[in-house]
């Protein structure tokens, strides 16, 4: 039997939200000895960065750029991939980090997760490499502002790997504006 609360929460809501909340304070599992994962390495601003492969789709030519009015400014418009249309972020005024324009080097890196489907752009594509759990250090001192929210960590190579789901959950890179006629 669940009772009522004055705000319309029931007794099991509150134990969910407990065990959700007890579960969010649990510390991670330490990694098994040896554990890696494939990233696709890339290039922003003359800094290399990273995603785990799983949430790659593909790599595209940056060409036939739509843009589109009443957005962010770190979306740059939507681009055609095979019939599909995908919105494309540029992770450079995402993470505020210098812009040089843009260039036929471009790549379009389309990824997807969390039931949403976008292109990142990115400067060039170095390629896919194998990154040691074991070699991810914390976020680095000089990694300020928007990008250490993202961060699953640096190498000691200075390789920034992205959480592509910390990205993708940011209710920042939806646009809900709608134009009024």
Same mark, same amino acid.
């Given at each position: 039997?669940?009772?009522?609360?004055?705000?319309? +929460?029931?007794?099991?809501?509150?134990?969910?939200?407990?065990? $959700?909340?007890?579960?969010?304070?649990? $510390?991670? #599992?330490?990694?098994?000895?040896?554990?890696?994962? +494939?990233?696709?390495?890339?290039?922003? #601003?003359?800094?290399?960065?990273?995603?785990?492969? $799983?949430?790659?789709?593909?790599?595209?030519?940056?060409?036939?750029?739509?843009? @589109?009015?009443?957005?962010?400014?770190?979306? @740059?418009?939507?681009?055609?991939?095979?019939? $599909?249309?995908?919105?494309? @972020?540029?992770?450079?005024?995402?993470?505020? @980090?210098?812009?040089?324009?843009?260039?036929?080097?471009?790549?379009?890196?389309?990824?997807?997760?969390?039931?949403?489907?976008?292109?990142?752009? #990115?400067?060039?594509?170095?390629?896919?490499?194998?990154?040691? %759990?074991?070699?991810?250090?914390?976020?680095?001192?000089?990694?300020?502002?928007?990008?250490?929210?993202?961060?699953?960590? %640096?190498?000691?190579?200075?390789?920034?790997?992205?959480?592509?789901?910390?990205?993708?959950?940011?209710?920042?890179?939806?646009?809900? &504006?709608?134009? &009024?006629?």
């Amino acid at each position: 039997m669940t009772t009522k609360t004055s705000t319309n +929460e029931t007794r099991d809501d509150r134990d969910i939200l407990r065990a $959700r909340a007890r579960a969010l304070v649990q $510390r991670p #599992a330490r990694p098994a000895e040896g554990a890696a994962f +494939e990233v696709l390495e890339f290039e922003l #601003a003359n800094e290399r960065y990273a995603l785990e492969s $799983r949430w790659v789709r593909e790599v595209s030519v940056f060409k036939d750029l739509t843009p @589109l009015p009443c957005c962010p400014r770190f979306i @740059l418009g939507i681009v055609n991939v095979r019939g $599909r249309i995908h919105p494309v @972020l540029d992770l450079k005024k995402f993470f505020d @980090l210098p812009e040089k324009g843009l260039t036929d080097l471009h790549r379009i890196i389309l990824v997807g997760g969390n039931d949403l489907e976008l292109g990142l752009l #990115a400067d060039t594509i170095i390629g896919v490499r194998s990154v040691s %759990v074991a070699d991810l250090q914390p976020t680095l001192p000089t990694l300020t502002g928007i990008r250490a929210e993202y961060l699953k960590g %640096v190498t000691g190579e200075r390789l920034v790997v992205l959480d592509l789901a910390c990205i993708l959950a940011d209710p920042r890179i939806i646009v809900h &504006e709608e134009v &009024e006629a």
